[in-house]
Nanobody
Framework: QVQLVESGGGLVQAGGSLRLSCAVS????????MYWYRRAPGKELELVAS???????NYADSVKGRFTISRDNAKNTVNLQMNSLKSEDTAVYFC?????????WGQGTQVTVSS
């Protein structure tokens, strides 16, 4: 059974930093891409960043230069380092992956940026 558990959210002032982590149980981690999504109040789900099994990364334009996604295949974790946070980064952040047959979501972690 694959489970994704996020941690690291919280309240931070604008300009500050947070580091989110997603711990993945099960055997799928190293073979598949990992993703961070977010849902801001009143907005649709947004893909924030992704990292392939080989370590290639992609970012939403809104976070380029401020966020960094990384993975540690030995520890089965994927991290999202968020710097220079803005009020518009306030959202619930979700870790996500998918295999050939199904998708997996974490429960989400709240990030609140105060201006």
């Amino acid at each position: 059974q694959v489970q994704l558990v996020e941690s690291g959210g919280g309240l931070v002032q604008a300009g500050g930093s947070l580091r989110l982590s997603c711990a993945v149980s099960g055997s799928v981690f190293s073979r598949y891409s990992m993703y961070w999504y977010r849902r801001a109040p009143g907005k649709e789900l947004e893909l924030v960043a992704s990292v392939t099994s080989g370590g290639s990364t992609n970012y939403a334009d809104s976070v380029k230069g401020r966020f960094t996604i990384s993975r540690d295949n030995a520890k089965n974790t994927v991290n999202l380092q968020m710097n220079s946070l803005k009020s518009e980064d306030t959202a619930v952040y979700f870790c996500y992956t998918r295999t050939v047959v199904r998708e997996y979501w974490g429960q989400g972690t709240q990030v609140t940026v105060s201006s």
